[in-house]
């Protein structure tokens, strides 16, 4: 695994304020912040398998976050985007709303740290006092520094 959550996350690459109000806009919106990331070499096949992926089967982890993921070939290495919408995203056929979006791109030759990171982020998100601080973060770095606060504190 490269390291912390807190590793995988750029200012740039986080969207607190997610303007789209679907599911697949949402996806969309989150997604196209990886668009020119070094570690994806082809976006357009990267995205394409994320929504094939999501069609499958729900990337609702419940308590109101998603983790919409793709392993695949278009990723050199574990990139990770993050989107926060405040009102919520209808997500599944459940009607489950959704506040918080880690979209997770990983090589399919790595499945150990595809599911490290996934492992990692469950239990950073486990806890509704830290989902709200990740809720309330006013800025992307306060957001990554939030992410730091709860992995020093779970000794991640």
């Known amino acids: ?3 912390k959550i807190t590793s995988l996350l750029d200012p740039s690459r986080i969207s607190l304020h997610v303007q789209g109000t679907r599911r697949t806009a949402a996806l969309n919106e989150v997604a196209r912040l990886l668009e020119g990331h070094p570690e994806i070499p082809n976006f357009g096949g990267f995205y394409d398998e994320l929504l094939a992926r999501d069609r499958l089967d729900t990337t609702c982890l419940g308590n ?5 993921h793709a392993r695949t070939e ?3 290495q574990i990139v990770l985007a993050v989107g926060r919408s405040d009102a919520g995203i209808p997500f599944d056929a459940t009607g489950e709303i959704v ?21 990692a982020l469950c239990k950073l998100l486990r806890d509704p006092a830290d989902r709200s601080a990740l809720l309330t973060a006013a800025t992307p770095e306060a957001f990554i520094a939030a992410v730091g606060t709860i992995e020093t504190r779970l000794g991640l």
């Open 1 to 3: 695994m490269p390291g």
């Open 99 to 119: 506040k918080l979006f880690f979209v997770l791109g990983t090589p399919k030759s790595k499945p150990g740290d595809y599911l490290a990171v996934v492992s």
């Open 74 to 76: 278009h990723v050199k």
């Open 64 to 68: 109101g976050i998603a983790l919409p």
